[in-house]
């Protein structure tokens, strides 16, 4: 007879989900006993890890990932990255271990008191079935749920003891859809208004670049001779930004914001909160006259937008039903912004220095990973995007993320059979939160490159002191951490790069490894400006 652990496998199988992330714990032995030979198991040493790299490989490969952790402690390290798994809208099934039900009245060790609590907010579903015979059947609707829009996380809580129980017949594989069209008359309403618009302008956000949306922001851009702005803070790149219509990202902040809108009649934000802000600078949402047309799918993100009307839908479809409405603007083009001034030279250099020099080795089909908030705004400014699917970084703003979901995207490159390079840009404070993701891709022998601006700080922080006027926060100095003897200590090639003269060969060596190296770049200690 069948077992409930024999069902779930073969579901998983079906589903096309035969990789499970995770670090292996006594709650979730029975699920993993006798491990089937054609499923893989992606090790990492720590659960915050295992939840951001399988984060990384469901957005590369875009397909839900599985996650699974030990029980309410494993859960619980996981949270932070879990966290930015529901901002970056990532379908996972996040599955963890509960102790056996013949022992949880009596709460023994390491049973999760309340687990369907746990994870919440940051789930789409939370369950432990009521029967063991309910796993299976669990399953099926998590992954429903998981990839369904707005896609992101699901968690299931599995007793030790369901595994070796019989099962019911096996629940039906089903498919979903994971695109929804507009709403055609709302549809003609946004038409109409962008079509007598004097001065439209574009807001885009990651759900673009989740919908392959690129060539049709264009169109959409260059039909109604539009600027385009991406959104604050986007966790992905949704146009081209050597466009002569790109402008850069928006400022985070209110009263900046609006600033940089001015003079726009309507504004059309596809794909993205309106807006994604962090440091409180007061002010009106949109400059006087603007009038915001917001499209999302996500109806939770159109109900709490502070102003403007909204339309669900897929971004990329909406865009494509957009372009066949808008008649050709009467207006010229916007004219193309300026190139920055080139950085200044200095010992060490500055972040703009290393970001332009990176910029002139990049390879042809890159892919950037960043989590360097202090350096942000040099390498957005230095480093342009210009293919989709191909610069990732988080939604949440939390640390910790970019360096596993590195090692996910990098694996997924390899599996896929596209094999692009993957560039991991990771602030000398963000790489130590989840550093042990290196030994993760030690292991599996990815040629990830890790470049690591050190300034010996969080200098993202002393800008933020600047900002609020808070001095005297202790904490905020990194001193006596060696970047190159870590590496080394996770099995990963490593080399200081002391002059900037030194990336070009450096970075191309690192793509052309069998294992992940780590280019410490020493920058200075300026602090940027947060806004």
Known sequence: MATVRDTTYELLRALGMTTVFGNPGSTEQ????????????????HEASAVAMADGY??????????????????????GNL??????RTPLIVTAGQQSRTM???????????????PQPYVKWSHEPVRAQDVPAAVMRAYATAAQPPAGPVFLSLPLDDWEQPADPPPQVRTVATRFAPDPRR??????????????????GAAVDRAAGWPVAVAVAERLAAPVWSAPAPERAAFPEQHPHYRGVLPFAMAPLAEQLRGHDVVLVVGAPVFRYY?????????????LLHVTDDPDEAARAPVGDSLLGDAGLTLAALLDLLPAADRPAPSPRGDPEPPEAGDPPSADALFAALADCWPTEGVLVQESPSNLAALRRRLPVTRPASYFTMASGGLGYGLPAAVGIALAERDTGRDRPVVAVIGDG?????????????QLRLPLAVVVPANRQYAILKAFAELKSTPGVPGLELPGLDVTAIAHGYGCAARTVGSLDELPEA??????ADRPTVLPVPVSGEVPRIL
Do not use: C, I
Not at 283 to 290: M, N, S, V, Y
């Open 58 to 79: 469901a957005q590369a490969t875009g397909r839900p990932a599985h996650v699974n952790l030990h029980t309410a402690p494993g859960t619980g390290n996981g949270m």
């Open 279 to 291: 440091p409180y600078v007061p002010g009106e949402h949109l400059p006087d006259g603007a009038r």
């Open 507 to 512: 970075l191309e060596r690192a793509l052309r």
């Open 30 to 45: 029975p699920f993993l006993q006798d491990f089937p030979a054609d499923f893989r198991y992606v090790h990492a040493l």
């Open 104 to 118: 949880l009245l009596m709460e023994p060790r390491l049973a999760a008191r309340h687990p369907t609590q746990l």
């Open 83 to 88: 966290v930015t798994a529901w901002h970056n």
């Open 430 to 442: 963000s790489f130590h939160y989840s550093v042990q993701a290196l030994w993760t891709a030690a």
């Open 187 to 204: 549809l003609r309403e946004f038409a109409a208004l962008l079509a007598a618009s004097r001065n439209p302008v574009l807001v885009l």
